[in-house]
């Protein structure tokens, strides 16, 4: 995925990055390459979003609310947003600096989905996961990163976020990487004891910030608010087309009725006619 520098730009940190810039921007990849939709499926609700791009989708609404919960931490912490590390493409969901600690914070959304954690495994519906090994992962290196770049020893925590999971159960074995849900992530990370100063606290979110200390391009700037944008209107063709479909299964159930109700055979006409202007 390329990142392009705008023209007249002006150097920025990581604190402009916006949450799910990724992911969403990998949706917006996968999403181009599917056919537009005819003239007749917009008119009964087919969704505009591909097979392809629908697992960057969920992760992309995924991120973005987690995103929501961490904005509401107190002044003295910083979260950063898809934080790129390494030479490529890959970054973390969040990094989270505060008077608790470091977090490296990554999201999962299975929605609908149920969730068994104990020790190192991490199961959904029943299928083993990796994400405890990768999360565990992510957190050695953003520590040595930011160790290095701060010139001081520097501890990470990693933390699963789960959003839209229908059930979360916790075996025996603590889970080796902490897992928690969207809801309760705010007040599991203020309820640790403090490890840092304020001082402290100052220094390494200077440090975090600077796209060098993770990603060997130190000063290229990514234009996340375009691909943000244009997420939204996939995000509201998505919610439309859904709204229409809901309007369809209600129209037809009300011409069911319209066998023995002269009123229902009139709500059915004004639906229709609500349809016809739309796409007339």
């Given amino acids: 995925m ?5 023209r ?10 916006r949450p799910a810039y990724s992911v969403m921007q990998e949706c917006l990849r996968v999403q181009s390459e599917a056919p537009a939709l005819t003239r007749r499926q917009r008119l009964f609700g087919y969704t505009p979003l591909s097979a392809d791009a629908r697992s960057w989708y969920q992760g992309a609404l995924g991120e973005i609310e987690v995103a929501r919960v961490l904005a509401e931490l107190g002044p003295e912490w910083t979260v950063l947003h898809s934080v790129p590390v390494g030479s490529g493409e890959s970054d973390i969901d969040h ?12 999201t999962k959304h299975h929605a609908g989905k149920k969730v ?11 299928h083993r996961t990796t994400h405890s090994r990768n999360s565990a992962y992510e957190a050695t290196r953003a520590s040595r990163l930011l160790s290095t770049a701060a ?41 640790g004891p403090r490890v840092h100063s304020p001082e402290a606290l100052a220094y390494l979110t200077m440090v975090a910030e600077e796209r060098g200390t993770w990603h060997t391009k130190a000063l290229v700037l990514t234009d996340t608010l375009r691909h943000e944008h244009r997420f939204e209107r996939l995000r ?13 299964r209600v129209g037809t159930a009300l011409g069911i ?16 006619s609500t349809i016809v202007a739309t796409f007339g």
């Fill in 2 to 6: 390329s990142e392009t520098v705008a």
């Fill in 8 to 17: 007249g730009s002006v150097a920025m940190t990581l604190k402009a990055r």
């Fill in 95 to 106: 990094v989270v600096i505060g008077p608790t600690g470091v977090f490296t914070v990554n």
């Fill in 116 to 126: 068994w954690v104990g020790g190192g495994t991490f199961m959904v519906d029943g």
């Fill in 151 to 191: 010139d001081l020893e520097v501890a990470v925590t990693p933390v699963i976020v789960l959003v839209g999971t229908s059930s979360l159960t916790v075996g025996k074995k603590a889970p080796t990487v902490p897992v928690v849900v969207a809801a309760r992530l705010r007040k599991w990370l203020m309820n």
């Fill in 236 to 248: 509201r063709d998505i919610d439309d087309a859904a709204r229409r479909r809901r309007r369809w």
């Fill in 257 to 272: 009725l319209g066998a023995s109700g002269g009123a229902a055979i009139a709500l059915v006409a004004t639906f229709m």
